[in-house]
């Protein structure tokens, strides 16, 4: 057995190092309530994506409705998509005329009193304007009233549509739009011209003979 005093001092050296010790684990212990944070930020950053997923969507959708497939040719420009055109371009044509009178949920509804009203008058506008022989009852209301077929002999340009609404029958594209009439088209024995009533500079032509 170690003498007295040499006990002595080991029993005084010891605290010292069980303190070391001691500090040591406290220094290891902050890093400790980690996990238990990130047990918990889950939940807060798993509460926060849902909102952010539960409210994109409808932004999506929205933005969704409101686009328009690809255009044939340029936004002012009317064409005409000749019969030579590529298949493709016809393609994108035919795609981008159906898409014109698709309704949005934010368009007016159908004003059957506005129609009732305008196909008269557009009957006797065609046959004044036309420059061909006009087919008999030249005009009708098509795809769920939201478009207005006016079918003439000859004579159908980008104008047409417009101009039989505004010079010949008193009323407007604005008025069409509100009445819940989405196109205008005019059909002649080689063309057909579809004009928007959302936007006057939206028209479109394509090679269409009468059969």
Request: charged share 20%; net charge positive; aromatic share 2%.
């Amino acid at each position: 057995m170690p003498p007295a005093p040499v006990r002595l001092r080991a029993l005084r050296a010891a605290p010292p190092v069980l303190a070391l010790g001691l500090a040591v684990l406290a220094c290891d212990d902050p890093p400790a309530p980690a996990p238990g944070a990130s047990t918990a930020a889950p939940p807060a950053s798993a509460n926060a994506a849902p909102a952010e997923s539960a409210a994109a969507p409808p932004a999506t959708a929205e933005a969704r409705k409101r686009e328009m497939p690809p255009r044939p040719v340029p936004l002012g420009s009317s064409g005409p998509i000749q019969p030579s055109a590529p298949p493709e371009q016809q393609m994108m044509a035919i795609q981008y005329t159906l898409a014109m009178v698709s309704p949005q949920p934010t368009d007016p509804l159908v004003d059957k009193a506005y129609l009732d009203a305008i196909l008269p008058k557009l009957a006797v506008a065609v046959r004044t304007a036309d420059k061909g022989k006009t087919p008999p009852n030249p005009v009708k209301a098509t795809k769920g009233n939201r478009k207005i077929e006016v079918d003439m002999g000859k004579g159908c340009t980008e104008r047409t549509p417009s101009n039989l609404l505004a010079q010949r029958a008193g009323s407007s594209l604005r008025e069409a739009f509100d009445a819940g009439v989405l196109v205008v088209s005019c059909h002649d024995a080689l063309w057909e011209c579809h004009q928007s009533t959302r936007d006057p500079s939206d028209v479109l032509c394509h090679a269409a003979p009468r059969r």
